[in-house]
């Protein structure tokens, strides 16, 4: 099984420019997260969706949008990128358990420019 | 809301020595988690172990073990008998167990273990 899956793992894109990451599932997981890792940080949380059809900011969601319109995928959208959001992306999904640990895809390298 | 600290922005060991690695966190929820995660160089996040608020007993996987003291608010990793490939970022991690269920990172340490 390949777990959870992001697209693409690396990104140059210029200031104003617009993306969209992908991340696919095969676990059957309700709960889907987007953090982003910036250098000397932790993993700090965008957005996420507690199942199908429904998504809600977390701590850094300004100039990202998400949507989850099928179960297994979850989308991370830059409308208009700026350089203060180079930074590395990992998707993580989990089932209803707390005790569960979250599995991250390996993560996406994006650069603003 | 709740906070992860991780004082050790970076640590050295000897290879076959233990070594610890401090996490305290601050919440006000009764009912939570603790999660600990390697990141090696090559950048995956790997989950390690875990360690639930009411659990009793510190929890171990193999060369892992969490040093749990809830009334001082920590959960140091224990890595005995270190090896190479042990050298990577850790990250102590809190989750919720009700709502979003996210987890909050600290901001990690980096262990390098010495031949």
């Known amino acids: 099984n390949a777990g959870v899956t992001q697209t693409p793992k690396f990104r140059v894109l210029k200031t104003g420019q617009s993306m969209t990451l992908l991340c696919a599932q095969d676990?059957?997981?309700?709960?889907m997260y987007w953090y982003r890792q910036d250098p000397g940080m932790g993993l700090r949380l965008i957005h996420y969706?507690?199942?199908?059809?429904?998504?809600a900011k977390g701590e850094v969601p300004d100039g990202y949008n998400v949507s989850r319109l099928k179960k297994q995928n979850f989308l991370l959208g830059l409308e208009s990128a700026a350089p203060s959001q180079t930074s590395v992306y990992f998707c993580?999904?989990?089932?209803?358990?707390?005790?569960?640990?979250?599995?991250f895809g390996d993560g996406t390298r994006l650069s603003i420019l | 809301a709740q906070k992860i600290t991780q004082t050790q922005p970076g640590m050295f060991v000897q290879e076959k020595e233990a070594v610890t690695l401090d996490c305290t966190y601050d919440?006000?929820?009764?009912?939570?988690?603790l999660f600990w995660y390697k990141q090696p160089s090559s950048g995956e996040m790997i989950f390690l172990i875990y360690?639930?608020?009411?659990?009793?007993q510190n929890a171990t996987e193999g060369r892992y073990s969490l040093n749990f003291q809830k009334a001082r608010k920590s959960a140091n990793l224990v890595i005995s008998a270190s090896q190479l490939g042990d050298s990577a970022m850790y990250f102590c991690?809190?989750?919720?167990?009700?709502?979003?269920?996210?987890?909050?990172f600290g901001s990690g340490t980096r262990l390098q273990v010495q031949p």
């Open positions: 993580a999904t989990s089932g209803p358990n707390s005790n569960q640990p979250q599995h």
């Open positions: 676990m059957n997981h309700e709960y």
């Open positions: 969706s507690v199942g199908e059809g429904t998504t």
């Open positions: 919440t006000s929820d009764q009912s939570y988690g």
């Open positions: 360690q639930g608020s009411y659990d009793e």
């Open positions: 991690a809190m989750r919720e167990y009700t709502g979003r269920r996210a987890l909050t």
